[in-house]
């Protein structure tokens, strides 16, 4: 697992890691080194990684709650105060060790504080580690509404290992493995193969899977940073996952879901629509099906909640004169921007669900 140097950033996977990190420090030589972490990941993750960290510099802890609710500008608030507390200076680093919260939350506070102090995402969920640490993107919630506030600016380095995984909840690894599936599905059929085969996330050959998935996110990123076009490609599955998402989360009667269920429900939505629209060939299109049935994840919609959802769509900014635009395939590993369906098709594809 060769570390990936981009122009501005690199990362480092499995025994890289700490080598990395520890040339960095001794060459920094940080005033103070911060470690921004919530209750799960200092339990879990802080006790391994400050045992691998080798410096003689002052360290403090900052520990925000866990869980998305907390990903505001109010705890923004709270933490650039305890770093100014703590005495942080433009030669202070800033190391965010959690899941893609606290790379976000954090990214963003280091990006800001004091115009900005060199920061470093070591991501400990699976989500964090092949998505939200890779490619630059950080920010905050506002109010029910995603991401609204933010930068695009990238860490130093990320550090990856997956030995963090081992505290992680079956359903949070599916949650992360849902985007790996995103990435062969957009960029590359043999990955695709190899992940729905092979997906153990207790086997050593795991790591190998991460880091194919790290390659594809970061070359995609990277080749686009501002999202132009490539990048849109990454939003396979999420246009309808995201109002699955908002739709679940605004009606109690509904399933509480992760991110990434929604995600695979949107995945064969989409995938349906693919069939239909850009050629994606119906022995593919059942291939997914298989897959998204395996999850058994037995999501259904109401008429009535299919309805609300195509209207919340229709309104996505993303969209032109309330025409819903898609990501799709065209086969596993070639994907189309930019692609209109018809209401009555997407109706049909929820069906399939
Ligand atoms: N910036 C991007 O490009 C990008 C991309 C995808 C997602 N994201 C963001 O990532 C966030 C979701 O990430 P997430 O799923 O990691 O959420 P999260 O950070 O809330 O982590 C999920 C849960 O797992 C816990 N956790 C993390 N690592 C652990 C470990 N090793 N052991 C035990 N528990 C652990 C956390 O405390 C939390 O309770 C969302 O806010 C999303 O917007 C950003
Ligand atoms: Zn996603």
Same mark, same amino acid.
């Given at each position: 697992?060769?570390?990936?140097?981009? *122009?501005?950033?690199?990362?480092?996977?499995?025994?890289?890691?700490?080598?990395?990190?520890?040339?960095?420090?001794?060459?920094?030589?940080?005033?103070?080194?911060?470690?921004?972490?919530?209750? &799960?990941?200092? !339990?879990?993750?802080?006790?391994?990684?400050? $045992?691998?960290?080798?410096?003689?510099?002052?360290? @403090?802890?900052?520990?925000?709650?866990?869980? @998305?609710?907390?990903?505001?500008?109010?705890?923004?608030?709270?933490?650039?105060? $305890?770093?100014?507390?703590?005495?942080? *200076?433009?030669?202070?680093?800033?190391?965010?060790?959690?899941?893609?919260?606290?790379? *976000? #939350? =954090?990214?963003?506070?280091?990006?800001?504080?004091?115009?900005?102090?060199?920061?470093?995402?070591?991501?400990?969920? #699976?989500? $964090?580690?092949?998505?939200?640490?890779?490619?630059?993107?950080?920010?905050?919630?506002?109010?029910?509404?995603? &991401?609204?506030?933010?930068?695009?600016?990238?860490?130093?380095?990320?550090?990856?290992? +997956?030995?963090?995984?081992?505290?992680?909840?079956?359903?949070?690894?599916?949650?992360?493995?849902?985007?790996?599936?995103?990435?062969?599905?957009?960029? *590359?059929?043999?990955?695709?193969?190899?992940?729905?085969?092979?997906?153990?996330?207790?086997?050593?050959?795991?790591?190998?899977?991460?880091?194919?998935?790290?390659?594809?996110?970061?070359?995609? !990123?990277?080749?686009?940073?501002?999202?132009?076009?490539?990048?849109?490609? #990454?939003?396979?599955?999420?246009?309808?996952?995201? !109002?699955?998402?908002?739709?679940?989360?605004?009606?109690?009667? @509904?399933?509480?879901?992760?991110?990434?269920?929604?995600?695979?429900?949107?995945?064969?939505?989409?995938?349906?629509?693919?069939?239909?629209?850009? =050629?994606?060939?119906?022995?593919?299109?059942?291939?997914?099906?298989?897959?998204?049935?395996?999850?058994?994840?037995?999501?259904?919609?109401? #008429?009535?909640?299919?309805?609300?959802?195509?209207?919340?769509?229709?309104?996505?900014?993303?969209?032109?004169?309330?025409?819903?635009?898609?990501?799709?395939?065209?086969?596993?590993?070639?994907?189309?921007?930019? +692609?209109?369906?018809?209401?009555?098709?997407?109706?049909?594809?929820?069906?399939?669900?």
């Amino acid at each position: 697992m060769t570390s990936i140097f981009n *122009d501005d950033y690199s990362i480092h996977f499995q025994e890289q890691v700490y080598t990395e990190l520890n040339a960095h420090v001794a060459i920094q030589q940080p005033s103070t080194i911060f470690v921004l972490v919530d209750e &799960n990941t200092m !339990a879990h993750c802080y006790p391994y990684f400050i $045992a691998r960290l080798e410096t003689t510099a002052r360290i @403090e802890v900052i520990e925000i709650d866990a869980g @998305e609710t907390y990903k505001t500008i109010d705890t923004c608030v709270g933490v650039w105060s $305890a770093l100014v507390e703590l005495g942080c *200076d433009r030669n202070s680093l800033l190391i965010n060790l959690g899941g893609g919260v606290i790379t *976000d #939350l =954090g990214g963003f506070i280091g990006s800001t504080i004091k115009r900005g102090i060199p920061f470093i995402h070591v991501p400990t969920s #699976l989500l $964090a580690m092949v998505d939200a640490a890779i490619g630059g993107k950080n920010g905050v919630d506002l109010g029910n509404l995603k &991401n609204q506030i933010g930068v695009i600016n990238t860490p130093i380095m990320t550090l990856i290992d +997956v030995t963090f995984l081992k505290t992680m909840s079956h359903r949070e690894l599916v949650n992360g493995s849902i985007e790996m599936f995103k990435h062969g599905l957009i960029a *590359d059929r043999a990955y695709w193969e190899d992940m729905k085969e092979n997906v153990d996330y207790t086997s050593t050959t795991f790591a190998h899977l991460v880091y194919q998935s790290v390659l594809i996110k970061n070359e995609i !990123a990277s080749s686009d940073p501002l999202e132009n076009g490539a990048r849109k490609a #990454l939003n396979y599955g999420h246009t309808i996952g995201h !109002a699955i998402e908002s739709y679940c989360m605004a009606h109690d009667e @509904e399933p509480e879901l992760l991110h990434g269920e929604a995600v695979a429900a949107g995945i064969l939505i989409e995938s349906f629509l693919s069939m239909h629209i850009c =050629g994606l060939s119906q022995e593919a299109y059942d291939n997914i099906k298989a897959w998204y049935v395996g999850l058994d994840l037995n999501l259904s919609f109401s #008429l009535d909640a299919i309805t609300t959802m195509l209207e919340l769509m229709k309104h996505d900014k993303k969209n032109v004169n309330g025409e819903i635009r898609f990501v799709l395939l065209e086969r596993i590993g070639q994907f189309k921007v930019d +692609v209109t369906a018809s209401e009555a098709l997407v109706r049909r594809a929820f069906e399939e669900l």
